[in-house]
């Protein structure tokens, strides 16, 4: 198999003609490689409204009834394919009880999406999604891809929060909107493939499995090939 070594600025990038290698030693298309993007998403909300569930649900397939309140946070990740390309989310679900709020500014700035849940059933927990909304819109990376998630959609007799005011307050503020259960996994998937969509262009990873890197003076520009 043939390879080629480049050394140009302060990088050696190793690139094969059809493959790469990664860690382990496995021989993968190099379209892999290029279609490869990685995210980091935070999930803020007031307690209670169901984003460990909505997370749980996502990366697991699974539903607790009495979920235990967050503490801090936690992380997850899940890998999707949207668009031929391979999109890995980093997701940061924060805690939603007020003695923790300020250390959420950690997890949410540099992020590049945002799901603001609120449980329908609860007028209280819309209002104060609204408030993680300005947060974000003051503080948070301004090209953020942010989504309204009105959690528990399978309670609706006790719906407290209508569809349309959610849906117009989500338009008035530049986020999309979408009516999640996690205990039925309804809309759950798609709202996270949504949010994939609407993310930048998916672009390469950095020093992905297979591509070598090393670290030369720019100075020294130099070219050799080998074959294997």
Not at 8 to 22: E, G, H, L, P, T
Not at 102 to 130: H, V
Not at 183 to 209: D, G
């Amino acid at each position: 198999m043939l390879g080629i070594f480049v050394m140009k600025s302060d990088m050696v990038w190793f690139m094969f003609a059809k493959y790469y290698f990664d860690f382990f030693g496995l021989l993968m298309p190099i379209k892999s490689l290029l279609d490869f993007a990685l995210f980091l998403e935070v999930l803020l909300g007031d307690v209670g409204a169901g984003k460990s569930s909505l997370v749980l649900r996502f990366v697991k397939g699974q539903f607790v009834e009495f979920q235990e309140s967050t503490i801090g946070a936690a992380f997850f990740s899940q890998t999707l394919a949207v668009n031929d390309a391979t999109v890995k989310f980093e997701i940061w679900d924060t805690a939603g009880q007020e003695r923790y709020h300020s250390l959420a500014p950690m997890y949410y700035r540099g992020a590049a999406a945002a799901i603001i849940g609120y449980d329908m059933t609860n007028q209280a927990s819309f209002e104060r999604a609204k408030n993680w909304v300005q947060e974000l819109q003051a503080q948070g990376n301004p090209n953020m891809v942010m989504a309204l998630a009105g959690n528990k959609a399978d309670l609706l007799d006790a719906r407290k929060v209508a569809a349309e005011e959610a849906q117009t307050y989500a338009q008035e503020n530049g986020l999309f909107f979408m009516e999640t259960s996690a205990k039925t996994a309804s809309n759950v998937n798609e709202l996270f493939y949504e949010i994939a969509k609407r993310l930048p262009r998916v672009q390469p990873a950095q020093n992905p499995a297979g591509m070598v890197l090393m670290n030369r003076p720019s100075e020294r520009t130099a070219t050799a090939s080998c074959c294997s």
